[in-house]
């Protein structure tokens, strides 16, 4: 089946908005990760304009997906693109966890030590 370029640009326009969305970006940052307006991002986001390559790429390195996931299912009732996220909140506390651990493996190494 083929799509029309409206279509095309909707569904791309979709699964930017829903990356970003997950991401948790607003159009603003998203922009500033592309270089370019958060004006032109609603656009895209809407399929209003036609995007060029450049800013398909520069988009998607900003979302930390391929060009290829951008264009995403055919269909609403597809499933979209694979892409796994996790929040600021649950970095915050992985990173806090490793802390603890490397400071529970030096106490182990210290008493070690002493031990010996």
């Known amino acids: 089946m083929r799509e029309n370029a409206r279509a095309v640009r909707l569904r791309v326009g ?6 970003r ?6 159009q603003e940052r998203l922009a500033e990760l592309v270089g370019n307006t958060y004006k032109h991002i609603g656009q895209v ?12 790429t520069a988009i ?3 979302l930390s997906v391929n060009v290829g996931d951008l264009f995403g299912a055919a ?14 909140r649950e970095l915050d506390h992985i990173e806090h966890a490793l802390r603890s651990i490397a400071r529970a493996k030096q106490a182990s190494r210290r008493r070690e030590r002493s031990a010996d």
């Open 14 to 19: 979709r699964n930017v908005r829903y990356l």
């Open 21 to 26: 969305r997950l991401r948790g970006f607003s």
């Open 45 to 56: 986001e809407r399929g209003e304009v036609n995007v060029t390559i450049d800013i398909l």
């Open 60 to 62: 998607a390195a900003g």
């Open 75 to 88: 269909s609403d009732n597809a499933p979209g693109p694979r892409v796994f996220a996790i929040t600021q």
